[in-house]
Every structure is written in C-alpha cells, then in structure tokens.
C-alpha cells in the first residue's frame, strides 16, 4: 500500500452512485500516478547505479591496462636485446615469435584503454612530432614479419614528397597503419 484517499461530506449523510463512481474514478488515477512516480524513480535509481557500475568498469579497465602495458614493455625490451645478441636460428625463430605475440597484447591493451578513455569521456589525441618514415618503416617491418609467414611480401615506397617531420597521434596513426 502506498496510502490511503478518503472522501467525506459535513453536509451530507452517505454518496449517490453517482459520487462513489467518482470517486473510485479519481482513486483510480491517483493510484496510477502514483505508480508512475514509483515506475520513475525506480528506473531512475537503476539508471544511476548501471552508470556507476559503467564508470567503474572503465576505470578498472584503464587502471589494470596500465598495469599490464608496464611489463609487457619490459618483455618487449628484453626480447628485443635477446635478438640483438648471436643465438641459435631456433632461439630466435622462438623469440621473434615471443615478440610478436606480445605486440599483439600489447596493441590489444592499447585498444582496450583507447575504450575506457572513450567510454569515460578522457580520450585526446596526442600532439606531438615524430617521424612519419620511421613510423611507417617500423609498422611495415613489424607486418613483414607476418606477412612473411604467410608467404607474402610486404613493401612501403613513400612518394619523396611525404614530408617526414610531421606533428600528431603517432600511435592512433600505427593503429590505422595496423587496422589496414
């Protein structure tokens, strides 16, 4: 129950039909509004704790893709001195493909903070210069690799009229080089 309506009259003794079906007419509206209101702030109240929960999804996902990007960089650092060094075609046939199993995770973690910082409202594109041939080459050497194992060839040719020094999202741009 969620109150009560009552009717009465100083003026009279009881109600004509008339009046009860009035009466239970206007009840009748007054419970239904009521019910509405109890319908509102009900889906409201969800409404609010779904967008909590939504936050605090998407924080934990950029707390912990954080947390996973700082030693995998560590793997990738330490597999690419591996590399550097003389070792037996089989070790480096196992440690490229260390490397590249941990570029994948690592693009993956990138993607999944470039989504929390969307969903969080926190996404910007960086601004800064770098070296758009180098960003390239270095894409490409990384996709060869693949390439390679599938018994394809993959080849960059930048016109000579592709300005180098460029300002921008190095890695939004590798992440569109990537999607490509």
């Known amino acids: ?10 003026t009279r003794d009881g109600f004509s039909a008339d009046d009860l079906s009035l009466m239970r007419t206007v009840a009748d509206h007054v419970a239904i509004a009521m019910q509405r209101i109890q319908l509102l702030r009900t889906s409201q109240q969800h409404a609010r704790e ?3 929960a939504s936050l605090a999804k998407s924080q ?7 947390e996973l990007r700082t ?9 690419d001195l591996a590399l550097g060094e003389q070792i037996a075609p089989l070790v ?15 693009e993956l973690l990138n993607e999944i903070l470039d989504l929390s910082r969307i969903e969080a409202g ?9 070296s758009l041939r180098g960003l390239v080459e ?5 996709l060869g690799v693949q390439a390679y194992e599938k018994g394809l060839e993959m080849a960059c040719n930048l016109p000579a009229d592709v300005p180098d020094a460029v300002v921008g999202d190095s890695l939004r741009l590798r992440q569109v080089l990537v999607n490509l």
């Open 60 to 66: 934990f996902l950029a707390n912990m893709s954080h």
């Open 122 to 130: 926190r996404f910007e594109l960086e601004s800064a210069p770098f």
């Open 71 to 79: 030693p995998l960089n560590a793997i990738l650092g330490m597999t």
């Open 50 to 52: 779904a967008e909590a």
């Open 1 to 10: 129950m969620i109150g009560t309506l009552s009717f009465g009259s100083r």
């Open 92 to 106: 480096r046939d196992y440690l490229q493909t260390a490397r590249q199993s941990a570029d994948t995770l690592l």
């Open 138 to 142: 270095q894409t490409v050497k990384l």
